[in-house]
């Protein structure tokens, strides 16, 4: 059974870091482009981030560029997201995301496409003062 399962979310001050990280079991980890995204509370998913197989090859959305850096440990099963001079928020969902076919390449996703992207169960983070 595939299983995803992020940690890391907290509460921090705005402008303060994070890092969360997503540990995948139940299938071939480096054979699957990994991906981000999050909900913030009454909102849609929103993807975030996407990194290739091997690593080499990332892709952000936007309103994080600059600020959010995705990686993986392949000999780890884990994917990871830096989050560093957080914006305000509260109780925002964070997920990791695996394609559904092993080896697609990393794709900008306007909009969360749930037949292409399985996620976990996530982790909340709360930036506030």
């Known amino acids: 059974e595939v299983q995803l399962l992020e940690s890391g979310g907290g509460l921090v001050q705005p402008g303060g870091s994070l890092r969360l990280s997503c540990l995948g079991s139940g299938f071939t980890f480096s054979s699957y482009t990994m991906n981000w995204v999050r909900q913030a509370p009454g909102k849609g998913l929103e993807w975030l981030a996407g990194i290739s197989v091997g690593g080499s090859t990332v892709m952000y959305a936007d309103s994080v560029k600059g600020r959010f850096t995705i990686s993986r440990d392949n000999a780890k099963n884990t994917l990871y997201l830096q989050l560093d001079a957080l914006k305000s928020e509260y109780m925002v969902m964070y997920f990791c995301?695996?394609?559904?076919?092993?080896?697609?390449?990393?794709?900008?996703?306007?909009?969360?496409?749930?037949?292409?992207?399985?996620r976990g169960q996530g982790t909340q983070a709360t930036v506030s003062s």
């Open positions: 995301a695996k394609e559904a076919t092993a080896y697609q390449g990393v794709k900008s996703y306007n909009k969360y496409e749930a037949g292409r992207l399985k």
